[in-house]
């Protein structure tokens, strides 16, 4: 079984320059999760999908951050414009359902300059 | 506020000892308690997910208790191995919403 695909691996722009992420998760997941995390912390949720719709983004900074699901498959996730707090490993997950296991990506690592 | 904090922050051992890896949470309500492994550069990979009713509960060399009364929960490695060294993140589900509650983790080297 393929596992949660994420691309690119790396990135580095500089600063107010925008950037996406692409991630397609495991076939069949219903929930797909972004993750921030700065080094030496634990990942913090960005925004939460079921399906193509959204449960949790509470914790996305909307005036910079933006995410989509279409067709409820693969996710893209944009930050226009970066700041240098942004240089963090972007982390996509998925799930069967919303308490299912997590099963993780290997991150975009983002460094903004 | 919900919290998990863990301890200790970073440990180094050698190869072929044990260790303990503590969490602790303020965490209500209680769904359910996770720890995962992450190596460095990857993403976290699910070591076990332990319910209310679970003391122990064993993955090969890690076995994770959870005392519900304190809130307390441990990770035990036994008979270290090169590849244990990581980061340990313990996790905590809200039972209202689902919300997972991360910690900041525990950097495991295993030094030969």
């Known amino acids: 079984e393929a596992g949660v695909a994420q691309s690119p691996r790396y990135k580095i722009i500089e600063k107010r320059q925008s950037v996406a992420f692409w991630c397609n998760p495991i076939s069949g997941h219903a929930t797909l999760y972004w993750y921030q995390q700065i080094l030496g912390q634990g990942p913090k949720l960005l925004i939460q999908?079921?399906?193509?719709?959204?449960?949790?983004d509470s914790q996305l900074p909307k005036d910079r951050f933006s995410a989509e699901r279409l067709k409820g498959v693969d996710s893209t996730l944009k930050i226009q414009p970066a700041k240098l707090e942004d240089s963090a490993v972007y982390l996509c997950?998925?799930?069967?359902?919303?308490?299912?296991?997590?099963?993780f990506g290997p991150g975009t690592r983002l460094l903004v300059l | 506020k919900n919290q998990v904090e863990q301890s200790p922050q970073s440990l180094i051992i050698l190869e072929g000892k044990n260790c303990t890896l503590q969490c602790n949470y303020t965490v209500s309500p209680f769904s359910n308690l996770r720890w995962y492994k992450q190596d460095t550069g990857r993403g976290p990979v699910s070591l076990t997910i332990?319910?209310?009713s679970e003391n122990t509960k064993s993955n090969r060399r890690y076995t994770a208790t959870l005392d519900a009364d304190t809130k307390q929960s441990s990770l035990h490695i036994t008979a270290s191995q090169l590849s244990d060294s990581a980061s340990y993140i313990c996790v905590v589900s809200l039972d209202s919403n689902y919300q997972l509650i991360w910690g900041a983790g525990t950097k495991l080297i295993i030094k030969p």
């Open positions: 997950a998925s799930s069967e359902g919303t308490e299912e296991t997590q099963y």
């Open positions: 999908f079921q399906n193509n719709g959204v449960v949790d």
């Open positions: 332990m319910t209310f």
